[in-house]
């Protein structure tokens, strides 16, 4: 079957999505808070931010556009057929492992400091602040899934739908720089690896050098 939206998806591909995103459930915070506490004991951190972006301002209501991004675990089902979603999720553990790598050899300090306040936001925040610990800056695995979720979900959409997908993926970079999580090289970084992602890993999912399509 083809990929393409529709409200009653297969149930295999339901099924499939949800132990999809049940290993992510796992994979991810094991990953990223290993990293957090090595990182944390780490005796010096590298500076990676430019001096201006210490201007940019604190948006606390950007902080939705930035947790929008668990709206995009509920969406693949809908859009895409077993051998795109093994190719998106193979993807996402790829892009986890590649940023683990480069947070232990290259940890990068976040300059931004955090409020002890943010009235009204006060619950999201803390759940922000209780996961993302300085030390996992750069890349952003924000940005990384991000980038993996719309760049696979445009490809069997209708043009008005990857223009809001575009302008989603716009917000969700603009949102980790305006609630002060990352700084623009971390966006970067981030977006690299998820194209490298869909690089070394093809649209059924299988590895680009067992055809011979990397040297």
């Known amino acids: 079957m083809r990929d393409g939206w529709t409200w009653r998806p297969p149930r295999s591909d339901v099924l499939l999505s949800l132990r999809w995103a049940a290993f992510l459930t796992v994979l991810f915070p094991v990953a990223y808070l290993t990293c957090n506490w090595i990182t944390a004991r780490r005796p010096a951190h590298w500076k990676l931010w430019m001096d201006w972006e210490l201007g940019i301002p604190f948006v606390p209501s950007m902080v939705w556009v930035y947790l929008s991004i668990f709206v995009y675990f ?21 892009a986890v492992l590649v940023s683990a790598a480069v947070f232990l050899l ?44 719309l760049l696979t979900l445009r490809e069997p959409s209708p043009p008005w739908l990857r223009r809001v997908l575009a302008a989603w993926l716009i917000a969700l ?35 680009a050098w067992r055809n011979g399509e990397i040297s």
């Open 173 to 207: 970079c603009a949102s980790v720089l305006l609630v002060h999580q990352h700084h623009v090289i971390d966006i970067a970084g981030g977006v690299l690896v998820a194209l490298a992602a869909r690089h070394v890993i093809r649209a059924d999912g299988a590895w």
């Open 74 to 94: 509920f969406l693949p089902m809908f859009a895409l057929r077993e051998a795109s979603l093994n190719a998106l999720c193979r993807r996402l553990v790829f």
């Open 106 to 149: 290259l940890p990068a300090q976040v300059a931004f400091p955090r409020p002890t306040e943010v009235p009204g936001y006060e619950t999201a925040f803390r759940v922000i602040y209780l996961f993302d610990l300085p030390g996992n800056s750069v890349p952003s695995l924000h940005v990384s899934w991000s980038t993996l979720f």
